[in-house]
């Protein structure tokens, strides 16, 4: 039997969770993880991905409920949700998308105050037996590799260059 190490997990699954919002640039945000920052919304590696290149995209302002959002920021959010699927399907090559939000700690929110958009992209067999029966995720690359592979494209768009 095959066994994969992944001790920095343990530390954040232990460890005491830091006060504050982790998406707030006023509180404990990781500025490491951010790939673009618009005007009412920004984009974020996520710290624990689900596969290589999982993003959110996620409202500058502090947000709990979608239905508060002004139409500025829902409207950068979806643009944002755009130019992120060029960015992964030009730099990564996925085969396919989600795209989606977890709308209350029921329905699966690990940050539910401050709302959030993911885009995970996915490969044919990116999944295989060890979420299944082990319940372990592989991720093959670092997520700070993945950052420095798409932050030249968020730049070049930043800069108004075509992507």
């Given at each position: ?7 920095w ?9 830091p ?6 640039k ?22 624990y991905?689900?596969?290589?290149g ?44 989600n795209?989606?939000?977890?709308l ?9 105050d401050?709302?959030?958009m ?11 037996f ?6 372990v995720r ?14 030249p ?11």
């Amino acid at each position: 039997m095959e066994t994969i190490i992944s001790p920095w997990r343990m530390a954040y699954i232990t460890g005491k969770k830091p006060d504050g919002c982790i998406f707030c640039k006023s509180s404990i945000r990781s500025e490491e993880l951010i790939l673009f920052e618009g005007e009412t919304a920004f984009i974020m590696m996520n710290r624990y991905p689900y596969t290589c290149g999982h993003l959110m995209i996620i409202p500058t302002r502090h947000v709990s409920v979608l239905e508060d959002l002004s139409a500025e920021e829902s409207s950068e959010i979806f643009r944002l949700v755009g130019v992120s699927i060029r960015i992964l399907k030009k730099a990564m090559q996925p085969d396919g998308m989600n795209i989606g939000m977890n709308l209350g700690r029921a329905a699966g929110a690990g940050v539910d105050d401050h709302i959030h958009m993911h885009i995970v992209p996915r490969w044919s067999g990116d999944t295989n037996f060890l979420s299944v029966v082990g319940d372990v995720r592989v991720i093959p690359e670092d997520v700070s590799e993945t950052w420095e592979r798409l932050v030249p494209y968020y730049r070049k768009y930043l800069s108004g260059e075509p992507i």
